[in-house]
């Protein structure tokens, strides 16, 4: 029996962001169902799920693209509709999972409108601003790139320059939906050490599950649009959940440390379900 979606504690003033019951309907279609979770300020939250649980959506949510159909949610003990587009943008940066294919600037530029949302209305980004660009730029190992065309770049150096565009903003708050895509390994860890080292409050969506247990401090679990577990890793990557909502097969153990998760998948029963399968025969409707 899976676990429902948490009921919410009492207020806290570390939660940046509240949910009660939230819904999200597309038309007729109920995709994210009665949600319950509180986002905890400079803390790292992964919402992880197999495809099609409703990660996205809700990301969507968090940062005003997604209005949801019904329930509530606050972001910083206000509703979230209360919020100006402005006071949004200053306060939350957004890194979505495919970076824009089209943009006829370079990458300098791009990652200058990171500084848009707090200039002053009719002023001009100072020296200050444009060195903010230049450490940016550094952080993400793409100033050879700066001078670039953003539509020449592969799809792993946009990504970079997606991320710089919003360390720049110098928000409080993160979004990233899957910030590792399209990068290799090596760029992947150094991403999110570096999303890590900000300290500010960070949500992500992720599917890499030993990532998500290293860099995480807390996790939301989701499928079909619900909520099934919430709270800090070692109580949300369970054996029970693995099996229930990915259909694998784990086996968890920690570290050396005694403290990091290791999440061994096992193949052979993957493999067996599989070999299993009875032969199927066609049927006359299919020959023909």
Not at 12 to 33: H, P, Q, T, Y
Not at 51 to 58: D, E, F, P, R
Not at 134 to 163: P, W, Y
Not at 239 to 244: A, E, I, R
Request: glycine share 4%.
């Amino acid at each position: 029996m899976l676990n429902q979606s948490p009921k919410l504690s009492k207020t806290n003033s570390d939660d940046v962001f509240i949910a009660s019951n939230l819904c999200w309907n597309v038309g007729k279609s109920s995709i994210l169902k009665n949600l319950n979770f509180e986002i905890k300020r400079n803390k790292i939250t992964g919402v992880i799920g197999p495809n099609g649980a409703g990660k996205s959506s809700l990301l969507r949510c968090l940062f005003g693209k997604n209005k949801i159909s019904s329930g509530s949610l606050t972001f910083n003990h206000k509703d979230i509709d209360d919020h100006s587009r402005k006071e949004l943008a200053q306060n939350i940066a957004v890194v979505l999972q495919e970076p824009p294919t089209q943009f006829d600037m370079d990458v300098f530029e791009l990652v200058s409108l990171g500084l848009i949302p707090n200039l002053r209305l009719l002023s001009f980004p100072t020296t200050q601003d444009k060195q903010r660009v230049i450490l940016a730029l550094a952080d993400v190992e793409l100033t050879d790139k700066q001078h670039c065309s953003f539509n020449t770049l592969s799809g792993g150096e946009k990504q970079r320059v997606m991320l710089a565009r919003a360390i720049v903003q110098e928000t409080k708050i993160l979004i990233l939906d899957e910030p590792t895509n399209h990068l290799d390994i090596q760029h992947q860890i150094d991403i999110l050490h570096l999303i890590k080292n900000l300290n500010i409050t960070i949500i992500l969506s992720i599917h890499d599950l030993n990532i998500a247990s290293i860099f995480c401090d807390e996790l939301i679990l989701m499928d079909e649009g619900k909520i099934i577990s919430q709270g800090v890793c070692a109580d949300v990557l369970t054996q029970d959940n693995l099996k229930n909502v990915f259909k694998v097969h784990a086996e968890i153990e920690l570290d050396s440390s005694g403290q990091q998760q290791k999440i061994t998948f096992d193949l052979s029963k993957i493999a067996s379900k599989h070999d299993s399968k009875p032969e199927t025969k066609p049927h006359a409707s299919d020959v023909f």
